[in-house]
């Protein structure tokens, strides 16, 4: 169980600099070293006030049960692209893990750090290696040879202006996202994929926890796994502020539950559980330096 240790504070102006630091070497990283205009990605999400604002997710079909629907949860169809950088993408990886379902749907990871995604202009994105041993873990795009996650997108959909993110369940039949929203892939992966789950049992969003589950996504949603970004790419001092205090007061109370019960929603893990642990085992590596969550790390 996580135990809360240490304090200490960053002023705004050394965030600024790191921020500035990460996006040129970003760029640098690249292979051009002009000042990074960021397109279409998370650094674009920030409000008139300073605040990060997330902008909801474009594509979302649902993979089904039932054999008739346009997505039919079959095996070998559908794809999941994701970074291993990336804790949403994680909550499915964890999902296709316990359920049992890495027989039926494969994975695809990109490379661990943004790279510019095509030479006509200067967005950095996700992209696959040129070959599977350029970066441990990563490999090339196995069905649309794609050079970035960006494209895939635009194989989908043509006039695509939005934020290419991972993860992505891509269908392989239609060459299309079915959905790119980590919480509804997980649930899909949940249910619907049980005639092909090779651990069809496991329910982490059961009918009697569903209150509880809901109550603790809201808290930790906002708080804590778009918290930490809330702290991150906030560029001004009060939503920062705002966002530091709302992420620990709510790491407390998660700490408070866990002081008392094995699982955050009661005796048995459920998806709170995964969408919890994703922020939190990457929150001193991760998030403590690129989100400046500098007041306690989790040790
Ligand atoms: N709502 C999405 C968020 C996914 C997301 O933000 N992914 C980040 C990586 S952690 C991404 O791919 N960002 C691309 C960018 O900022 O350009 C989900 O939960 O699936």
Redesign the pocket.
């Known amino acids: 169980m996580p135990t809360l240790a240490t304090s200490s504070s960053l002023p705004l102006t050394r965030r600024f600099l790191a921020t500035r630091t990460f996006s040129t070497s970003a760029a640098a990283a690249a292979g051009y070293s002009t000042t990074v205009k960021m397109a ?3 650094l674009d999400e920030v409000t008139d006030t300073g605040a990060f604002d997330r902008s909801p ?1 474009t594509f979302r079909s649902s993979v089904s049960s039932d054999a008739s629907a346009r997505f039919p949860a079959v095996p070998g169809r559908y794809h999941l692209y994701v ?1 291993y950088a ?3 993408a994680s909550r499915c990886l964890a999902f296709l893990k316990l359920k049992g379902l890495d027989h039926a749907i494969g994975v695809t990871a990109v490379k661990p750090i943004f790279e510019r995604t095509k030479e006509i202009d200067d967005h950095l ?2 992209v696959f290696p040129a070959t599977a041993d350029e970066e441990p873990g990563a490999e090339p795009d196995p069905f649309n040879g794609a050079k970035s996650v960006r494209e895939l997108y635009e194989i989908a959909s043509t006039n695509y202006a939005g ?5 992505v369940l891509w269908d392989k039949q239609l060459k299309m996202v079915v959905n ?4 509804e892939i997980i649930r899909m992966l949940n249910t619907e994929f049980n005639g092909i789950a090779g651990n069809p049992g496991l329910d982490l969003y059961p009918v009697h926890l569903r209150a509880p589950i809901d109550e603790i996504n809201e808290l930790v949603y906002d708080a804590i796994n778009n918290g930490v970004y809330k702290c991150g790419f906030a560029k001004k001092q009060g939503p920062y502020d705002e966002a530091v205090r709302r992420l620990y007061e709510a790491l407390d109370k998660c700490e408070e539950i866990l002081g008392k019960q094995r699982y955050i929603c009661g005796n048995q893990l459920t998806e709170a559980d995964i969408r919890l642990f994703v922020t939190l085992i990457r929150f001193d590596e991760v998030w403590i330096l690129a989100g400046k969550e500098v007041l306690q790390i989790i040790l």
């Open positions: 279409r990605s998370a997710s970074s990336c804790p949403w994105g996700w934020k290419p993110s991972v993860p790119n929203e980590s919480s």
